[in-house]
């Protein structure tokens, strides 16, 4: 009878231990998926911010056109002699 009760206490002690580490381990996980939460989010929004900057800047072939433009206005203006 006493081996009985020694055993149900040992698997009580052992459910505890079990309870405590699914707690411990779901609340890893709770804090993990807050970060990946968080992750993702400061992820989009740096997405957007550079997508607005690739908008907003000059191509280069475009700046090197008109810089060559600007040169042969500038040329044909010198050698007209003015």
């Known amino acids: ?12 002690r052992l459910r505890r231990s079990v309870d405590v580490g699914f707690a411990a381990t779901q609340g890893n996980l709770a804090l ?6 968080q992750t993702d989010k400061t992820l989009g929004e740096h ?3 550079l997508d ?4 907003s800047r ?4 475009s700046l090197a056109a008109l810089t ?3 040169a042969l206005v500038i040329a044909v203006w010198q050698s007209t002699g003015r």
């Open 68 to 70: 060559s433009c600007a």
């Open 1 to 12: 009878m006493g081996e009985q009760v020694d055993v149900a206490l040992e698997l009580e």
């Open 32 to 37: 993990v998926l807050q970060r990946a939460d």
């Open 47 to 49: 997405e957007d911010r």
């Open 58 to 61: 000059w191509p280069l072939p």
């Open 52 to 55: 607005a900057l690739e908008r």
